[in-house]
């Protein structure tokens, strides 16, 4: 984007929000369908046609902050990326290429072929590579779930999130990827349990349960037979349902017998069954999941890692669907290090919960709503309570777009 000295200013057509006035196309397909030069977007209507004219716009600035109430509830200083904007397509193309590379061994697996191991391998670096880069956008793809691919997109989730604790933790490269392994592979096992116990609706039975607990030792064997795999994730395969206490599965070992890897790797595998929907139980909220987690350090997990994993992901990570104290619902983008309890959120629904212009509210910066009162985060909720569809956001490249921002 480039400003020019009349006060216009170039965007892409799919930065174009309600109540922007568009005062020139550029290299448009076809003739205008609209009456006037100077176009003031009303609804999504005129985006949708705009968005099909041509590639880039050039919009009045001026206009914008003269004009009041141009963009609804509140003015706008700005319009700005989100942080990892710039990047986030590829980083989104790799945790989706390492997504859908898991999902093709977890058949191989179920299936008894052999798998790749160097596909693995090289999947996992280029996913530790973003995580490096954009910490923050991997982060967000971590939270767009779907029940009907758990054990897949877990899998990648407890890889990313493993990775995201060992850069915390200011691990090597080399292990970084050879963590990275273990949280995408930590699961295999589960492909060897009858579909009929993985895939139960309702509580499991006694001897159900026991058959199921027996994916640490399939895991343990699949990978035991794979050539050139990575042998630490033999054992984080075996051991991330044990405790330090001694008081987890399958053989009851206590803290002295589990491996660095494997401690870290229980904590965010733990965190990330809480808080993902199951057929046989909801997802619980951000918050309630770290709450399992502080209550069950140095009995369950390592203290520390609960701790470092807490100082990585904060209170509200991006990707969180939050409910403010002004009744307007959105995810949050970015995270405040100074203050972890403001963080920055593009605004999705308005006070009654119906969708609107997406804005960023930066609540580190801006204090108080349109009423005047003092801004701040009433709950963190679930996307499916308000039927929105994170996942359709990040489809339509909402996470790449800019903003107006909240002044």
């Known amino acids: 984007m480039k400003d020019k000295d009349d006060g216009w200013l170039r965007i892409h057509v799919y930065e174009l929000r309600v109540g ?48 009041a109430g141009a963009i609804p509830t509140r003015g706008t200083d700005s319009i700005k990326h989100l942080s990892f904007a710039r990047s986030f397509n590829q980083t989104a193309n790799t945790f989706y290429r390492t997504g859908n590379l898991i999902k093709t061994v977890l058949d191989d697996i179920r299936f008894g072929n052999q798998f790749s191991v160097s596909a693995v391998k090289q999947a996992v670096a280029e996913t530790v590579d973003k995580v490096m880069e954009n910490p923050d956008a991997m982060l967000l793809l971590t939270q767009l779930k779907d029940q009907d691919q758990y054990t897949a997109q877990h899998s990648m989730n407890v890889c990313v999130l493993s990775i995201l604790l060992g850069r915390e933790l200011k691990l090597s490269l080399d292990e970084l990827n050879k963590l990275g392994f273990c949280g995408l592979m930590h699961d295999v096992g589960k492909m060897k349990v009858p579909l009929e116990i993985l895939n139960k609706p309702g509580r499991l039975e006694d001897d159900e349960m026991a058959v199921m607990r027996q994916h640490t030792l399939h895991g343990r064997n699949v990978l035991m037979s794979a050539r050139n795999a990575y042998p630490g994730a033999v054992d984080v395969a075996y051991a991330h349902h044990e405790h330090l206490a001694g008081t987890g599965y399958p053989r009851g070992l206590g803290k002295s017998a589990l491996s660095l890897f494997t401690r870290l790797v229980a904590v965010v595998d733990t965190y990330d069954a809480i808080t993902s929907d199951r057929v046989y139980q909801k997802g619980k909220p951000h918050l309630e999941a770290l709450g399992i987690l502080v209550k069950g350090m140095n009995q369950h997990y390592e203290a520390n890692f609960v701790t470092q994993f807490i100082n990585c992901i904060g209170f509200y990570p991006q990707g969180n669907l939050v409910e403010l104290s002004s009744g307007e619902v ?19 629904r308005d006070h009654n919960h119906q969708p609107m212009a997406e804005r960023i509210l930066d609540l580190a910066v801006t204090g108080t709503d349109m009423n005047g009162n003092r801004y ?24 790449s777009q800019a903003y107006p921002v909240v002044s």
Do not use: H
């Open 20 to 67: 922007m006035c568009v005062c020139r196309l550029e290299d448009p397909r076809q003739d205008s369908p609209f009456l006037f030069d100077r176009i003031v977007i009303e609804n999504q209507a005129d985006i949708k046609t705009l968005q099909d004219l041509c590639d880039y716009v050039y919009i009045d600035v001026k206009w914008q902050k003269a004009s």
């Open 330 to 348: 959105g995810i949050v983008v970015e995270q405040n290090k100074a203050d972890r309890l403001k963080p920055k959120i593009l605004l999705i």
């Open 376 to 399: 701040g985060i009433k709950q963190v909720i679930r996307p499916q309570d308000y039927a929105i569809d994170l996942s359709q956001y990040c489809r339509d490249g909402k996470f």
